[in-house]
């Protein structure tokens, strides 16, 4: 696992990441016509919901010496499906009283040099969260306001159409919101590109699950405070999107798995603990680890309490006592 740091304005936290690519050798391949094309799409269509963020793309640009358009296509429509799962456990349920959320991010191996961020914009709400060979994107995180968000990839049907990867509304929601209802308006509002799961909570205890494809998106609100998401969509509306035969083998399993433990932890007296959530995103059979193989498994898991600007995280397969805390 890599740190690290940006501090300043959008445009100087792109200045530094495009000058440590550079440093690193890293290029970025030539767009085809039908690539620049939709990179022209994608600024027409999203460059006024995610201003801070093209300026980012732009600071990326001139600080690597690379083109700016070749920047804002590998930022917005290059990325992977992960297979990951998030749950969010509202504080009426909780031993502190503080909300619950917990991540899983489940890929092969090459995934496990993965990067975090903690990121301190001069206009906007701080964050830490990772991801993997990403530019400005982030798969997962919470924000100063005590926001959390994640995003579980989806196998299912898309088009041509122009859209945002998984990791830019991630990335956005920390940034800009500070309540779920924030979160998913901002959600709805970006085109998207494949699909995916978003789960999204926050301090006074709202969760919601958002599924978006191309075609259509549905959000999904417990009604006693707990959500989960694993690879697969539970609205009915959107399971024509989802390509069913290349659901995970264990994604079902994982979210049945998820429901169990909440009613069984959910009765507890004193309420859900960290640790109970750690025990669950750290074990196999009754836990939400995933280890279907050398080249499937969890390689990063974190555990936060909204409201606190720290989370406690493992940059590896996940055991109930390997998370250590990072602040920010």
Not at 120 to 141: F, K, M, Q, T, W
Not at 291 to 299: D, H, I, M, S
């Amino acid at each position: 696992m890599k740190e690290i740091t940006l501090r300043g304005t959008h445009y100087e936290m792109g200045r530094q990441v495009g000058e440590q690519l550079r440093a690193s050798g890293k290029e970025l391949s030539k767009l085809t016509a039908e690539q620049t094309r939709a990179a022209e799409a994608l600024v027409r269509d999203v460059a006024a919901r995610i201003p801070d963020l093209f300026d980012e793309m732009r600071g990326i640009a001139e600080g690597g010496g690379y083109d700016e358009r070749t920047v804002q296509f590998h930022s917005l429509a290059i990325g992977i499906v992960p297979s990951c799962t998030a749950v969010a456990v509202s504080g009426a349920h909780t031993t502190t009283g503080r909300t619950l959320f917990g991540r899983n991010y489940d890929a092969g191996p090459e995934h496990s040099d993965f990067t975090l961020y903690r990121t301190y914009p001069a206009n906007a709400l701080s964050h830490i969260g990772c991801c993997y060979d990403l530019l400005v994107g982030r798969e997962d995180g919470i924000n100063e306001a005590g926001l959390a968000a994640a995003v579980t990839g989806v196998q299912g049907a898309h088009t041509s159409r122009p859209g945002v990867w998984n990791h830019i509304p991630v990335r956005a929601v920390l940034e800009q919101c500070r309540t779920v209802d924030e979160a998913v308006e901002l959600i709805r509002a970006l085109p998207h590109l494949w699909t995916k799961s978003f789960l999204v909570a926050d301090s006074s205890g709202s969760v919601a699950a958002i599924e978006a494809s191309q075609e259509d998106l549905a959000v999904l609100r417990p009604k006693r405070g707990y959500g989960a998401i694993a690879n697969h969509f539970v609205a009915q509306e959107m399971r024509a999107y989802c390509d069913e035969e290349r659901i995970p083998a264990n994604s079902v399993q994982r979210l049945e798995i998820a429901r169990r433990w909440f009613e069984l932890r959910g009765r507890q007296p004193s309420g859900v603990k960290r640790e109970d959530l750690r025990q669950l995103l750290g074990s196999t059979g009754e836990g939400v680890r995933s280890e279907l193989g050398a080249e499937f498994t969890t390689v990063w898991s974190w555990v936060a309490e909204l409201g606190e600007r720290k989370l406690e995280l493992c940059d590896r397969l996940p055991e109930p006592d390997a998370y250590r805390v990072y602040e920010f």
